[in-house]
């Protein structure tokens, strides 16, 4: 199976601007998340879909959100690019197994705010 | 609050020596917890989970509920372990707690 797959690798924005970023889970997952890492402080959750719903939430503002599709896919969008948005953004796609889950990551998309 | 903590940031041990990572957590339920490895310009990955109770690549990790630790141990370690280490912990639908991580280098 292919792994999880996210686009752009690299995103190079101005503060102020938007940016959408995509996530492709791997296929037959239906939970997607998505975390910020960033060295200061490191990964932190920002929210988690599943078949088209928002389950859970991190603390980030409102500026950060995100859709599923029905294929699983989704996008995350952050407006209003402040410089701390820097970072590396990744997304995960869960699976249920027996006694648990199992969170598989992609590469990850780098997105500089200047 | 839920909280994992990963003392150590840096990890610097021989080859053939062994190597110990710790881990601990604070959480008010039943903890679903996890050690994830990501190598040099790799993406992150499961290395074990402490439900399987199984050993990946000679390391292993055991809850210790009393002690609220997940300890991730090998007896040996090889240069190939060289990379960041983190320890996770799952708050169910889908959000994981990490902790800061564990960079550990191996030196021959």
């Known amino acids: 199976k292919a792994g999880v797959t996210q686009t752009p690798r690299y995103l190079i924005k101005t503060r102020g601007q938007q940016v959408t970023l995509s996530c492709s889970p791997i296929?037959?997952?239906?939970?997607v998340s998505w975390y910020q890492q960033t060295p200061g402080q490191g990964l932190q959750f920002l929210f988690e879909y599943f078949s088209e719903t928002q389950r859970n939430k991190g603390n980030f503002p409102g500026r950060f959100s995100g859709r599923q599709f029905s294929n699983s896919r989704s996008e995350m969008n952050v407006s209003t690019l402040e410089l701390g948005d820097s970072a590396l953004y990744l997304c995960a796609s869960r699976v249920e197994v027996a006694g648990g889950s199992e969170q598989f990551f992609g590469p990850g998309t780098r997105l500089t705010v200047l | 609050a839920q909280r994992v903590t990963q003392p150590e940031k840096l990890l610097s041990v021989f080859k053939g020596a062994p190597v110990e990572l710790k881990c601990n957590y604070s959480y008010s339920g039943s903890p679903e917890l996890f050690w994830y490895v990501q190598y040099s310009r790799q993406r992150l990955q499961l290395l074990l989970r402490?439900?399987s109770r199984e050993s990946i690549k000679g390391f292993t990790a055991d809850l210790n509920k009393g002690e609220t630790s997940f300890h991730l141990k090998k007896p040996f370690a090889q240069e190939e372990d060289s990379a960041m280490y983190y320890c996770a912990l799952s708050e169910g639908w889908g959000k994981f707690q990490f902790g800061a991580g564990t960079q550990v280098v191996v030196t021959p």
């Open positions: 296929s037959g997952h239906r939970s």
């Open positions: 402490h439900i």
